[in-house]
């Protein structure tokens, strides 16, 4: 094919860190009118090599051609001129704005000197109305739902002329509805010309919307490949380099004792607005219990009351027989609790310490690891080298900072010292969120382990859905603050049927979730 059919070509791209090498002569070809796969493992160089395609890095070795013709990209502003633009897996949006304000930032037109809000109204509902976004573009970003936020993102590329989208992990926080109407507004940009590379760790996904994929690893490239040539087992193992179990198989629960007990919790902001709203469950001994919704509807304020972040104002909870009220985020841990936060960089670890200094955190007190008044520097060593081996974390050596590692790696030293910690209530929130298939399916194998094994007890709140199907058993519906559906068997309900609910199509009544919850 020749160079003209290719909206993008990045040509044999070295790019050097100090002490690494994250693209090693990688060569990507996005087609025009194409939806193009880019898929890896965390850490395998997919994130570097989109930012020396936005201009956030420059490459060593390699050369970049646009529309068969060789291009300099220094920086986004570069990026944006070649109609290249990037939709982060982040929102970067003003919520006290509109749609509008929010689209035009930085191109706003102007009259007599002024913003043009009216003009800024016209361009961003031309586009949105093109694409059948479904977007009212005088609505304050605060007032949108989860799904919105997402083509607000994809608004702001389309304003400024591009016709390269990249889009990392777009349906992250989408229900299966708004990934099913994200998917027929890519395939209009498709139509239109536009080419897109799709960066996503959910294969299924892949599979239906990109006709071609390629694959990276350690720095790699593993090749490019036509999608109908593939299954996601081949894919994963591509991704992998070994064979990844995608469909979790685990015995019923064994109902023990009640190892949480929540009752008519109720948590309000300062406004007395309830986020929280009259929740009452359970968490029994060797049981998953999951919890599904959208984004925002009370399950980060849930976590962190359970973990002592948050107080609350009515209620109670109790944890292995422990009353939460009033205590302290170290009393509560002490009491059996381990706590996997959604946000791994600003509560999970601390980036400037290094990997043996985040995984014994919680535990330089414990006589086991002291000698007298001192650490037993030799015990906790072989102790931490020993968890970088079990939970396969790729790193120089334990005294290598968190910081410097992948986000699938520093969610590993995460996950290591919970699950490690000696704790029988685990509370994991969004624990596979951002991360490769291989380290999702580990995390989700060692906590159904530690669950069946162990008799401990987790609470696993997830926005991917078939996370929470698969591993959990009791499986609850958050919407506005309440638990509105309640399954006894969580695989025996549908992704659709989820979203139904999430979305608020459906609400069980307190009779058809008696006894459940």
Same mark, same amino acid.
């Given at each position: ?10 040509? *044999? ?9 994250? /693209? ?5 070809? #996005? ?11 965390? =850490? ?10 936005? =201009? ?23 990026? &944006? ?11 970067? #949006? ?9 689209? $035009? ?5 102007? !009259? ?88 996503? @760790? !959910? ?14 690893? *350690? ?34 629960? !064994? ?16 406004? %007395? ?23 925002? &509807? ?26 939460? @009220? ?12 381990? *706590? ?5 960089? +600003? ?60 986000? %699938? /790696? ?13 704790? &029988? ?22 906590? #159904? ?5 162990? /008799? ?9 859905? &078939?996370?929470?199907?698969? $591993?959990?058993?009791?499986?609850? +519906? ?40």
């Amino acid at each position: 094919m020749s160079s003209e059919n290719y909206a993008i070509e990045m040509l *044999h791209i070295t790019k050097r860190f100090p002490g690494i090498v994250a /693209n090693d002569d990688i060569t990507l070809q #996005l087609k025009k009118g194409e939806i193009h796969a880019l898929l890896g493992e965390n =850490g395998a160089g997919k994130s570097t090599l989109m930012s020396v395609l936005f =201009g956030l890095y420059q490459a060593e070795e390699g050369v970049i051609k646009k529309d068969g013709k060789e291009v300099k990209i220094n920086d986004p502003n570069d990026a &944006n001129a070649l109609g290249i633009g990037m939709v982060h897996q982040h929102f970067m #949006l003003l919520n006290s704005l509109t749609v509008a304000e929010n689209v $035009v930032l930085g191109i706003e037109p102007m !009259k007599n000197g002024l913003f043009d809000f009216e003009e800024a109204v016209v361009m961003t509902q031309k586009i949105a109305d093109k694409y059948n976004f479904a977007l009212d573009a005088r609505t304050r970003v605060k007032d949108l739902s989860v799904g919105q936020m997402q083509k607000v993102e994809i608004l702001k590329a389309l304003i400024k002329g591009a016709r390269v989208l990249i889009l990392d992990e777009p349906t992250a926080v989408l229900t299966p509805q708004e990934t099913e109407e994200l998917f027929e507004q890519l395939l209009l940009l498709r139509g239109d010309g536009h080419a897109i590379i799709f960066i996503s @760790h !959910k294969l299924e996904e892949v599979m239906r919307l990109c006709s071609r994929v390629t694959v990276l690893r *350690h720095g790699y490239s593993q090749g490019a490949y036509d999608v109908k040539d593939l299954t996601e087992a081949k894919i994963s193992r591509l991704m992998v380099g070994r064979d990844v179990v995608l469909k979790m198989e685990k015995e019923d629960p !064994k109902n023990g004792k009640v190892l949480v007990d929540v009752k008519n919790l109720v948590v309000a902001d300062q406004g %007395g607005r309830r986020l929280i709203d009259d929740m009452s469950f359970s968490i029994r001994e060797g049981e998953v219990v999951g919890i599904a919704g959208v984004e925002g &509807n009370g399950q980060s304020e849930l976590s962190e009351v359970l973990s002592g972040m948050k107080s609350y104002s009515q209620g109670t909870v109790v944890i292995n027989g422990m009353n939460i @009220h009033g205590k302290s985020v170290r009393e509560i841990r002490e009491n059996g609790l381990a *706590h996997i936060s959604e946000d791994r960089m +600003v509560f999970g670890c601390a980036g400037t310490l290094s990997i043996k200094e985040n995984i014994i955190a919680d535990r330089f007190r414990k006589k086991e690891l002291r000698n007298s008044i001192f650490l037993n520097e030799k015990k906790i060593n072989q102790e931490v080298d020993g968890y970088i081996r079990e939970f396969e974390i790729a790193c120089d050596d334990r005294d290598q900072p968190v910081r410097m590692l992948s986000g %699938g /790696n520093i969610q590993k030293v995460v996950v290591a010292r919970e699950f490690t910690s000696g704790a &029988n209530v685990i509370l994991a929130n969004q624990p596979t969120r951002g991360i490769d298939v291989g380290t999702a399916e580990m995390i989700r194998k060692t906590l #159904l382990r530690k669950v069946r094994e162990e /008799n401990v007890g987790a609470l696993l709140v997830s926005a991917d859905l &078939n996370e929470v199907l698969e $591993v959990s058993d009791r499986l609850f +519906v958050m919407r506005k603050g309440k638990i509105v559906a309640a399954f006894p068997r969580a695989n025996q309900v549908s992704e659709e049927e989820l979203g139904e609910y999430m979305l608020g199509l459906k609400v069980m009544t307190n009779e058809e979730m008696a006894g459940v919850i």
